[in-house]
């Protein structure tokens, strides 16, 4: 139905656009994805059109098209936020596929389940937000004459059937293209929460490349198996002619066991398309939109004739994040490396920052982005994408009855069927938890310290108080966070692949530590937004949990304890020790590493910072010989292993080829990939010297085993460019390129110290 206003030409009085529309949903029939449509006669040819611009929305996922043009190159709209507090609403500019009109123009949605209904979770967590998937959407037509007609969803549009038979993120996309739509049938009205309703904030989710399988085989079963060279998260597409009832059927994983598609790490997910072909001469085109899969084989079956490399490819898909940082150095395994936490990346920056993209879970988990916010600042331009997902935080949150910060945000979990939860059974989480619950704050400072931004700061804030006051009610009255769970150093190589919690760090050292951490930046924004009180109030908490800290925890011999990896890795790089101790714990950082034989020793907590804690201490050699090493459990061995992810485990796989027996292994999880900031801030030795790259910091630190090194980072100042080159003889030669008018620091590793501003400079 047509409605008439004024022009609209500020993005408020767009959003009131939708107060004329009503929320539409369609009656199920045999489960197949809905179409709701309507035809709409144009007040003026559509040559007239001046412009055309669709707000859309929904409970569920949606592909709006018009004169069955698509409305956007974007997928898998609205995303996924907060969805009790925050639904985003998408705006298109869609005045070209308005222009193609004739008298009529025709706008038809296809509703998908998504994230709203898609039984999400582990354990048969079957999380739902509700059972029905629901449109609201506006077309609003400018005339070149000034005139604005509208076209808004309400009781006159119709529902018909799409060919998809079902289709959910974990199982995949079903069609059978024999099936007709139908006859069109009435829509009926339901619920969204206008209240709910903000302006898109974060990144929109697109398609970026296309590969080629760059091997197909027969496997010992006989099915054919498609390697496309790169673990990636997306979907498979083709266009294919065949008889009428073939049915292709895809199958993903990550990895191959035993010659034959590894789908055990899968759990429940069954990761499966589908399509039943109608028998179209003129060929049927196949792209799964309303479903994802994390994957580099697949498994086809049911082509009709032999399979090429020219018949299909694959999708690569992610929310629409630009590449912001690069490097390359002597050392083939690093650049691998760096490359599988790209990739990583990539794949799981979807929506929202997830914990992997394959299983049943796609959750995003809170620990994993605190440990890797900084390497994902520098990789990536992530600053839309991670502030809206801090204000999901907090509006996740700030729900009753938390006043925490849950273990994923958004906390689908807690929606999860009774007795499907494997932490605390039919209870609800009940208490913060450090490094997960720390990811209000910790993420916010790698903004921060990135893009320098002091409103989005200022909107970051209450976050970070709501975690810091949480906390505060669930310390001991010693002062120290040694009660409740912690995962803390989670997945902490010396422990059972069965009990991946059960690490060699103390949790009240590891979940002490972090507090400290988060009230200290606390403190620093406080006082940043002019609130001294609060900047007080935090500076007070930090001080006196570190007097518990080192009262309870810290030796004079500089031995803390449960005397591993990680409790001094967090000791060191938060700052937390005195100056007389710091050397000796620091001695006793670099032993622990010499007598693990370089072997990786630290979990979630400890990975991100056990080469900054020996680096900042002088122990630049074995930082790298941590780096470097090889053997399991080490960052380089899944690259001996032909890795082209970061993995969840250390040891995902075992040397034999087998996959990890424990009953959660991932091949594309970046928490493990943290060390990469290090990479980049020393290795390279690009740092901000001030928030936002205000001031640069060029400072490469070189060490055993890569003679050379070279990168660049866009930063929010400009492009940042650094090469060097150490040769055996001892010489050391830089080249930095800093953005004009900036100052920058340029340290040599014979701490010679020189001033620069912008250009190019050699030394």
Same mark, same amino acid.
């Given at each position: 139905?047509?409605?008439?206003?004024?022009?609209?030409?500020?993005?408020?009085?767009?959003?009131?656009?939708?107060?004329?529309?009503?929320?539409?949903?369609?009656?199920?029939?045999?489960?197949?994805?809905?179409?709701?449509?309507?035809?709409?006669?144009?007040?003026?040819?559509?040559?007239?059109?001046?412009?055309?611009?669709?707000?859309?929305?929904?409970?569920?996922?949606?592909?709006?098209?018009?004169?069955?043009?698509?409305?956007?190159?974007?997928?898998?709209?609205?995303?996924?936020?907060?969805?009790?507090?925050?639904?985003?609403?998408?705006?298109?500019?869609?005045?070209?596929?308005?222009?193609?009109?004739?008298?009529?123009?025709?706008?038809?949605?296809?509703?998908?389940?998504?994230?709203?209904?898609?039984?999400?979770?582990?354990?048969?967590?079957?999380?739902?937000?509700?059972?029905?998937?629901?449109?609201?959407?506006?077309?609003?037509?400018?005339?070149?004459?000034?005139?604005?007609?509208?076209?808004?969803?309400?009781?006159?549009?119709?529902?018909?059937?799409?060919?998809?038979?079902?289709?959910?993120?974990?199982?995949?996309?079903?069609?059978?293209?024999?099936?007709?739509?139908?006859?069109?049938?009435?829509?009926?009205?339901?619920?969204?929460?206008?209240?709910?309703?903000?302006?898109?904030?974060?990144?929109?989710?697109?398609?970026?490349?296309?590969?080629?399988?760059?091997?197909?085989?027969?496997?010992?079963?006989?099915?054919?198996?498609?390697?496309?060279?790169?673990?990636?998260?997306?979907?498979?597409?083709?266009?294919?002619?065949?008889?009428?009832?073939?049915?292709?059927?895809?199958?993903?994983?990550?990895?191959?066991?035993?010659?034959?598609?590894?789908?055990?790490?899968?759990?429940?997910?069954?990761?499966?398309?589908?399509?039943?072909?109608?028998?179209?001469?003129?060929?049927?085109?196949?792209?799964?939109?309303?479903?994802?899969?994390?994957?580099?084989?697949?498994?086809?079956?049911?082509?009709?004739?032999?399979?090429?490399?020219?018949?299909?490819?694959?999708?690569?898909?992610?929310?629409?994040?630009?590449?912001?940082?690069?490097?390359?150095?002597?050392?083939?395994?690093?650049?691998?490396?760096?490359?599988?936490?790209?990739?990583?990346?990539?794949?799981?920056?979807?929506?929202?920052?997830?914990?992997?993209?394959?299983?049943?879970?796609?959750?995003?988990?809170?620990?994993?982005?605190?440990?890797?916010?900084?390497?994902?600042?520098?990789?990536?331009?992530?600053?839309?994408?991670?502030?809206?997902?801090?204000?999901?935080?907090?509006?996740?949150?700030?729900?009753?009855?938390?006043?925490?910060?849950?273990?994923?945000?958004?906390?689908?979990?807690?929606?999860?069927?009774?007795?499907?939860?494997?932490?605390?059974?039919?209870?609800? =989480? #009940?208490?913060?938890? @450090?490094? $997960?619950?720390?990811? !209000?704050?910790?993420?916010?400072? &790698?903004?921060?310290? %990135? +893009?320098?931004?002091?409103?989005?700061?200022?909107?970051?804030?209450?976050?970070?108080?709501?975690?810091?006051?949480?906390?505060?009610?669930?310390?001991?009255?010693?002062?120290?966070?040694?009660?409740?769970?912690?995962?803390?150093?989670?997945?902490?190589?010396?422990?059972?692949?069965?009990?991946?919690?059960?690490?060699?760090?103390?949790?009240?050292?590891?979940?002490?530590?972090?507090?400290?951490?988060?009230?200290?930046?606390?403190?620093?924004?406080?006082?940043?937004?002019? =609130? #001294?009180?609060?900047? @007080?109030? $935090?500076?007070?908490? !930090?001080?006196?949990?570190?007097? &518990?800290?080192?009262? %309870? +925890?810290?030796?004079?011999?500089?031995?803390?304890?449960?005397?591993?990896?990680?409790?001094?890795?967090?000791?060191?790089?938060?700052?937390?020790?005195?100056?007389?101790?710091?050397?000796?714990?620091?001695?006793?950082?670099?032993?622990?590493?010499?007598?693990?034989?370089?072997?990786?020793?630290?979990?979630?907590?400890?990975?991100?910072?056990?080469?900054?804690?020996?680096?900042?201490?002088?122990?630049?050699?074995?930082?790298?010989?941590?780096?470097?090493?090889?053997?399991?459990?080490?960052?380089?061995?899944?690259?001996?292993?032909?890795?082209?992810?970061?993995?969840?485990?250390?040891?995902?796989?075992?040397?034999?080829?087998?996959?990890?027996?424990?009953?959660?292994?991932?091949?594309?999880?970046?928490?493990?990939?943290?060390?990469?900031?290090?990479?980049?801030?020393?290795?390279?030795?690009?740092?901000?010297?001030?928030?936002?790259?205000?001031?640069?910091?060029?400072?490469?630190?070189?060490?055993?085993?890569?003679?050379?090194?070279?990168?660049?980072?866009?930063?929010?100042?400009?492009?940042?460019?650094?090469?060097?080159?150490?040769?055996?003889?001892?010489?050391?030669?830089?080249?930095?390129?800093?953005?004009?008018?900036?100052?920058?620091?340029?340290?040599?590793?014979?701490?010679?110290?020189?001033?620069?501003?912008?250009?190019?400079?050699?030394?």
């Amino acid at each position: 139905m047509t409605h008439h206003s004024p022009a609209a030409p500020d993005s408020t009085a767009l959003l009131d656009s939708l107060t004329e529309a009503r929320a539409l949903t369609a009656e199920p029939h045999d489960g197949r994805a809905p179409v709701l449509s309507t035809r709409a006669a144009l007040e003026q040819p559509a040559s007239a059109v001046a412009r055309a611009e669709l707000l859309a929305t929904a409970h569920g996922v949606y592909e709006a098209s018009i004169n069955g043009l698509p409305a956007t190159d974007s997928v898998l709209n609205p995303g996924w936020t907060v969805y009790e507090s925050r639904l985003q609403v998408q705006r298109f500019d869609v005045t070209e596929q308005a222009r193609t009109s004739g008298p009529e123009l025709e706008l038809s949605v296809l509703l998908g389940r998504g994230w709203w209904n898609g039984d999400f979770g582990f354990e048969s967590a079957d999380a739902n937000y509700g059972e029905e998937n629901v449109l609201l959407a506006a077309l609003e037509i400018t005339y070149e004459d000034g005139t604005v007609q509208r076209i808004v969803t309400d009781e006159s549009w119709s529902a018909t059937d799409s060919p998809i038979t079902s289709a959910t993120i974990y199982d995949g996309q079903h069609e059978d293209r024999r099936l007709a739509a139908g006859a069109p049938r009435p829509v009926r009205t339901a619920e969204i929460d206008r209240a709910t309703l903000i302006e898109q904030t974060s990144t929109l989710i697109t398609r970026h490349e296309s590969r080629r399988p760059e091997r197909i085989w027969t496997s010992p079963s006989g099915k054919t198996l498609l390697d496309f060279g790169q673990n990636l998260v997306g979907w498979l597409r083709f266009t294919v002619t065949g008889p009428e009832g073939t049915v292709i059927t895809l199958r993903h994983a990550e990895v191959l066991e035993h010659e034959e598609l590894g789908t055990r790490p899968l759990r429940a997910a069954k990761a499966t398309d589908s399509i039943t072909l109608a028998g179209d001469p003129a060929g049927e085109a196949f792209e799964p939109t309303l479903t994802f899969h994390g994957f580099r084989y697949a498994e086809i079956t049911g082509w009709p004739g032999e399979l090429t490399a020219e018949d299909v490819e694959a999708v690569v898909v992610h929310s629409d994040i630009p590449r912001t940082g690069f490097f390359e150095c002597s050392h083939e395994g690093v650049n691998q490396l760096i490359s599988n936490s790209i990739w990583s990346q990539r794949g799981n920056f979807l929506a929202v920052p997830t914990d992997c993209p394959q299983r049943d879970e796609r959750l995003g988990w809170t620990g994993d982005i605190a440990a890797f916010a900084a390497t994902a600042a520098f990789q990536f331009d992530v600053n839309d994408f991670l502030h809206n997902w801090l204000l999901d935080v907090h509006a996740e949150a700030a729900l009753p009855p938390l006043s925490f910060v849950p273990f994923v945000v958004p906390d689908i979990l807690k929606l999860r069927s009774a007795g499907s939860d494997p932490f605390f059974g039919d209870e609800p =989480q #009940e208490i913060p938890t @450090a490094l $997960w619950g720390d990811a !209000a704050v910790w993420v916010a400072e &790698a903004l921060w310290n %990135a +893009y320098g931004d002091l409103e989005r700061l200022r909107a970051q804030y209450p976050g970070m108080v709501l975690h810091l006051e949480s906390v505060e009610r669930a310390l001991s009255p010693s002062g120290l966070w040694d009660t409740g769970f912690q995962f803390a150093d989670w997945l902490d190589p010396d422990a059972s692949p069965h009990s991946p919690a059960d690490a060699k760090a103390d949790k009240g050292v590891v979940a002490t530590a972090c507090l400290i951490r988060s009230a200290r930046f606390a403190a620093e924004t406080a006082r940043l937004l002019d =609130q #001294e009180a609060d900047a @007080a109030r $935090w500076q007070e908490l !930090a001080d006196r949990t570190l007097a &518990a800290f080192t009262d %309870a +925890y810290v030796q004079a011999d500089g031995r803390i304890l449960s005397d591993c990896a990680t409790v001094y890795a967090l000791a060191l790089a938060f700052d937390l020790l005195d100056p007389a101790t710091r050397p000796l714990a620091a001695e006793r950082l670099a032993e622990v590493v010499r007598e693990a034989g370089y072997k990786v020793s630290t979990g979630f907590a400890g990975t991100p910072f056990v080469t900054w804690a020996l680096s900042e201490t002088g122990h630049v050699e074995d930082a790298y010989r941590l780096l470097l090493e090889e053997e399991c459990p080490s960052w380089l061995y899944p690259v001996s292993m032909g890795a082209t992810t970061i993995w969840e485990r250390w040891d995902s796989m075992l040397p034999d080829g087998s996959i990890n027996p424990g009953e959660m292994t991932s091949f594309n999880h970046y928490a493990l990939g943290a060390v990469a900031d290090w990479v980049y801030q020393v290795v390279l030795g690009i740092r901000p010297a001030e928030p936002g790259y205000r001031r640069i910091l060029i400072q490469p630190t070189p060490g055993p085993g890569i003679d050379w090194a070279k990168g660049a980072y866009d930063s929010a100042a400009g492009r940042i460019e650094v090469k060097w080159d150490s040769a055996a003889d001892g010489s050391f030669a830089l080249e930095a390129l800093v953005p004009e008018g900036v100052e920058a620091d340029i340290v040599l590793p014979d701490g010679a110290r020189h001033a620069v501003t912008g250009g190019r400079h050699r030394f």
